[in-house]
């Protein structure tokens, strides 16, 4: 256990549902801590795992985790069906995909019924949803004499593994959930339009950026002779562009080097194809909290996620608000949120994540001394625009307006 717990005050309880395990999910974390430094008792429901406790404290919340032996023998076979495909670039048979899909299914449903049990026991005056998938047991436990937070953080129905079919009918699910929430947040002012428009929402969401906490003043670097690190931190799956990040290196100026610090489903893939490449470079993952700090010794950041859904399109990822409060110029997808902040705010460069030369370009075009000086002077003002510190006030807003009387 760690942390402080706040103790409740009146009716300023409430219950948050999750469907990870809570390791490292910042945005929940950052919500629920700023909710519990403000007088609310907050507790988090989610799933338990083979790396977690049934119960902990952390600073102004609690996590509770239910028990289900057989929901965590599902997710381990499904884990372990999720990474022979990946590991197989996508091919398997007709009988492993739908027992695959079966499995994915069976594993939500229980989780849904694993989490209930828990979260109608707190009694909160506000319930959160955090994503679709825990939409419609926090309904449920809410019953109809409690508030609803809908907190978005992707296009749910546009980022699953399945037919259009489907999809089209997980969006009139959500469609029909959505209306009986009170308050609806989400990530970005372009995931806000799309669920307006796809919902026909009378009050827009709201939304809140999920910003790391401001960092110290940032310090710039001295002039660095060589190499010039370029770093890509963070998890390395097939829709983050990785491998057309990889073949880019071919094409970068001498001075340049590579840094990938992460993990994830391909991790062996890449480094098959680092082989030879002698300016790439791969790290062990940091700790959530180290984040920020550990960002901060390199030269630029990188971005290079692929448009393969319309979340990812429209995705604002937090690596970009990271590398924003280490001081790192980016290099990043020409994809509306990130062109907007970069440009706007002059902090960067745009590449097409498809192609292995634009990236390359823009890799050596950013970390010319000229232009890394001129953006590192930009990033200050943007580290006090996209913190933290900034963003929570809107958090706590919406949830001091759901306990005013109506």
């Not at 890799?363 to 625009?385: C, G, I, P």
Request: net charge positive; aromatic share 6%; charged share 25%.
């Amino acid at each position: 256990m760690t942390g402080q717990l706040v103790q409740p005050r009146g009716s300023r309880s409430v219950c948050m549902l999750v469907s990870n395990d809570m390791v490292s999910d910042p945005r929940v974390a950052r919500h629920a801590e700023a909710l519990g430094s403000h007088g609310f008792k907050v507790t988090v429901i989610c799933p338990i795992s083979n790396r977690t406790e049934p119960y902990e404290i952390k600073q102004g919340y609690e996590i509770i985790r239910p028990r289900s032996i057989i929901l965590e023998k599902l997710s381990t076979e499904l884990a372990e069906k999720w990474r022979a495909i990946y590991e197989n670039n996508g091919h398997s048979t007709l009988k492993d995909r739908a027992l695959t899909k079966i499995l994915a299914l069976a594993t939500l449903l229980l989780t849904q019924l694993t989490l209930f049990g828990a979260a109608v026991s707190q009694r909160a005056r506000i319930y959160c949803a955090n994503d679709l998938d825990t939409l419609p047991v926090t309904l449920l436990a809410a019953g109809l004499s409690r508030k609803v937070v809908y907190d978005s953080h992707e296009l749910w129905p546009d980022m699953m593994l399945v037919p259009e079919s489907v999809k089209a009918i997980v969006r009139a699910i959500e469609g029909l959930l959505i209306k009986q929430t009170d308050i609806v947040m989400t990530v970005n002012e372009f995931l806000a339009e799309v669920l307006a428009s796809r919902y026909s929402l009378k009050t827009p969401p709201q939304v809140v950026y999920n910003c790391p906490n401001a960092s110290l003043p940032i310090r710039h670097r001295e002039k660095r002779t060589a190499p010039k690190i370029a770093l890509y931190q963070g998890q390395f799956t097939r829709d983050r562009g990785l491998d057309k990040l990889l073949k880019a290196t071919d094409y970068l100026l001498p001075d340049v080097r590579l840094v990938l610090r992460g993990f994830g489903i391909i991790e062996r893939e890449l480094k098959a194809l680092s082989v030879g490449r002698t300016n790439v470079q791969f790290e062990k993952p940091v700790n959530a909290s180290k984040l920020v700090s550990a960002a901060s010794e390199a030269d630029i950041g990188i971005i290079p996620y692929l448009p393969t859904n319309l979340n990812n399109y429209l995705a604002s990822p937090n690596k970009l608000f990271e590398y924003i409060q280490a001081g790192l110029p980016i290099a990043a997808s020409n994809t509306p949120f990130m062109r907007k902040v970069i440009l706007e705010n002059d902090i960067g460069m745009l590449f097409d994540s498809q192609d292995p030369r634009s990236i390359a370009n823009t890799l050596n075009s950013v970390t010319r001394e000229d232009l890394l000086r001129r953006q590192r002077a930009n990033l200050v003002s943007a580290a006090k625009k996209y913190n933290w510190e900034t963003e929570s006030k809107k958090l706590l807003h919406a949830y001091e307006g759901l306990l005013s009387p109506s």
